[in-house]
């Protein structure tokens, strides 16, 4: 019975493959979106101080805290509202990273740095306040706002390191993303092969899908002298998009436990 009515009250999709494909896709239309706003059309990327990163920062930002609050006010689980303010949190991240990054002069390692101790710190409020992190438990406004911060922080600092993975490191945005993808396997194996506490193995997932995300984005929209294909970041945004759309329709989508559903952080 109480199960069921976790079920319920849970406005979080079930963790499924089809939640990670449209988490990746998510969080690679949100690299190629933000830069639509803040580099296509504010030109920051020629700038950096132009204002650009913190206009976009703002607008993605504003657009985010009216997603989560509508997100928590809902009653139920509806798929398009709940993508659209992960879709929303990844593009505000890409902004946010940016200016911080780039306009600040933090840097890539400084960035993600501050923005992983960001992170930590929020999980642990959140284990503080509840005693677990486990997403099964994300039914009350308070948890969806540990949540929901905890994301757009997870989503800044993917942004943050796929930069420093493809630029610092002078591994480009392929050997980046193929560093990411590995790390991924490797949590793949633990969650299949390992005893490993499922709720761990959930948000280092979900942090790292992130980087991928970001790389993937700036393989495809950066100039080919910086290692990307130079395709059109609106057209590739719209592409996306679409894809997503067609993932929600086409693939399971219904409110979820985590996947140890018996399992506490």
Known sequence: MNDMRDRVLSKVPEVT??????????????????????????????????GGYLIGTALFFSVLVALVIWQIAAKRFHPFLYWATIVASTTAGTAMADFADRSLGIGYTGGSSLLLACVLAILGLWYWSEGTISVETVNTPKVEAFYWAAITFSQTLGTALGDWMADTTGLGYEGGALVFAAALAVLAGLYFWSNVSRVLLFWAAFILTRPLGATLGDFLDKPRDHGGLALSRPLASAVLAAIILACILLLPQRPGSHPASAQRA
């Not at 690679?28 to 803040?38: C, F, I, K, M, Q």
């Open 17 to 50: 493959l089809g939640f990670w494909i449209i988490k990746i896709l998510a969080t690679t239309l949100g690299e190629t979106g933000g830069d639509t706003v803040t580099m296509t059309l504010l030109h920051a990327d020629k700038d950096a101080h132009n």
